[in-house]
């Protein structure tokens, strides 16, 4: 069982360029999600999918975009690079609910620099 | 606003020796409570998750942990750890269906 694949697992960009982040799911999942884990803050929701087609906002948008157009897939696309975007980043999936009484199983997460 | 706290952000433990893990939570009606484990260079893997019932969960890898509603809190605990438990622990809160409120996480080191 793959579980929740990322790509790529590092990557370094210079301020102003853009880069889509790749999440895919073999679980038939309808909940996706995307993390960001910087030291000392835990991990903070950017953005979050209850099913193909729709896509929802958290706690950190700003400065990322992702569609849903496939059950397997929730890309997430920075539009022009920050330093402040500086982070690692972790995709979700779960079968009901992004948190709820199911378990969230995650990618091992792609580790972004922006210089 | 919901929140997650864990005060300890290193925790240093003999091989062998009993842990506990502190986590508390603010949020006005009793969320769903988890914790999950982050070992070097990987993603989350869940623990154990409380609902309901039995304030007492027994998870994976030998760990349970304690619900106390009067005290805000869902503690961690193993009896026994062993080196292989080197890792960050992270408590998160659900106060909906759509979001994980996270803990920022305590990194627990094994000493030999």
């Known amino acids: 069982n793959a579980g929740v694949t990322q790509t790529p697992k590092f990557q370094v960009l210079k301020t102003g360029q853009s880069m889509t982040l790749q999440c895919a799911q073999d679980m038939n999942h309808e909940y996706m999600s995307w993390y960001r884990q910087d030291p000392g803050m835990g991990l903070r929701l950017i953005h979050y999918s209850v099913g193909a087609g729709i896509t929802d906002q958290g706690e950190v948008p700003n400065g990322y975009n992702v569609s849903r157009s496939t059950t397997e897939d929730f890309p997430l696309r920075l539009l022009s690079a920050a330093p402040s975007q500086t982070s690692v980043y972790f995709c979700?999936?779960?079968?009901?609910?992004?948190?709820?009484?199911?378990?969230?199983?995650f990618g091992q997460g792609t580790r972004l620099t922006v210089v | 606003a919901q929140s997650v706290t864990q005060p300890d952000i290193h925790i240093t433990v003999s091989e062998g020796a009993s842990l506990e893990l502190r986590c508390n939570y603010s949020y006005g009606a009793t969320p769903y409570l988890f914790w999950y484990v982050q070992s070097p260079g990987q993603g989350l893997q869940l623990l154990l998750k409380y609902f309901s019932g039995d304030t007492l969960v027994q998870g994976i890898k030998g760990f349970e942990a304690e619900f106390k509603r009067s005290q805000s809190s869902f503690n961690l605990r193993k009896p026994s750890v062993h080196w292989s438990d080197a890792a960050e622990y992270f408590c998160?809160?659900?106060?909906?269906?759509?979001?994980?409120?996270w803990g920022a996480g305590t990194k627990l080191i094994i000493k030999p």
């Open positions: 979700a999936s779960s079968s009901s609910g992004v948190g709820g009484n199911t378990e969230a199983f």
């Open positions: 998160a809160v659900d106060p909906s269906n759509y979001q994980l409120i």
